[in-house]
Antibody, heavy 118, light 111 residues
Framework: QVQLQESGPGLVKPSETLSLTCAVS?????????WGWIRQPPGKGLEWIGSIYHSGSTYYNPSLKSRVTISVDTSKNQFSLKLSSVTAADTAVYYCARVVGRDAFDIWGQGTMVTVSS | QSALTQPASVSGSPGQSITISCTGT?????????VSWYQQHPGKAPKLMIY???KRPSGVSNRFSGSKSGNTASLTISGLQAEDEADYYCCSYAGSSTWVVFGGGTKLTVL
């Protein structure tokens, strides 16, 4: 079955760039679907970060757009998130997910906790 | 402040039905039949329960149903069970500029 797995540093210093990768197994990214990143600060709700189509078209949360880059590597069957100039407010569990249509995140990774601290 | 408004909490007794509302605007919920609902247990990833307003993914109990009227979408859980106790989030497509917005979440307590 389709599985997603996030990976990346659990600790990032303020002002640096957060980088995460989502490895997809059981399905070829190049075959279709949007793929997305969502985050959840401790004790708070979900926030959509952005989505990428298998062809590479990207869509970002307007509030994060200036700092976010999402890319796809079909050869490795994975997609990635970069969030620049991080602050403590970016501390959260980061999830990657497959997107059905535009808003239905049907398969999720387990999530990875990223803390921004010096 | 979330783009979609949900009640912070709802509660119900086993066997009862509850409804969680999700209020947006004419730019999101009101304009598209692209509303989804997620269930999240503590420490777990969210699970898709409803998509395209009222469709259930394979494997989701038919006790969960979704609907929409105007700018407000709703999730109804019938025959409440202890395992339904969780946080629930709504989500809507919001057009080509904003793309996707989530609600603030609702904590469901089964009494």
């Amino acid at each position: 079955q389709v599985q997603l797995q996030e990976s990346g540093p659990g600790l990032v210093k303020p002002s640096e760039t957060l980088s995460l990768t989502c490895a997809v197994s059981g399905y070829s990214i190049s075959s279709g679907y949007y793929w997305g990143w969502i985050r959840q600060p401790p004790g708070k709700g979900l926030e959509w970060i952005g989505s990428i189509y298998h062809s590479g078209s990207t869509y970002y949360n307007p509030s994060l757009k200036s700092r976010v880059t999402i890319s796809v590597d079909t050869s490795k069957n994975q997609f990635s998130l970069k969030l620049s100039s991080v602050t403590a407010a970016d501390t959260a569990v980061y999830y990657c997910a497959r997107v059905v249509g535009r808003d239905a995140f049907d398969i999720w990774g387990q999530g990875t906790m990223v803390t921004v601290s010096s | 402040q979330s783009a979609l408004t949900q009640p912070a909490s709802v509660s119900g007794s086993p066997g009862q039905s509850i409804t969680i509302s999700c209020t947006g605007t004419s730019s999101d919920v009101g304009s598209y039949n692209l509303v989804s609902w997620y269930q999240q247990h503590p420490g777990k990833a969210p699970k898709l329960m409803i998509y395209e307003v009222s469709k259930r993914p394979s494997g989701v109990s038919n006790r969960f149903s979704g609907s929409k009227s105007g700018n407000t979408a709703s999730l109804t859980i019938s025959g409440l069970q202890a395992e339904d106790e969780a946080d629930y989030y709504c989500c809507s497509y919001a057009g080509s500029s904003t793309w996707v917005v989530f609600g603030g979440g609702t904590k469901l307590t089964v009494l």
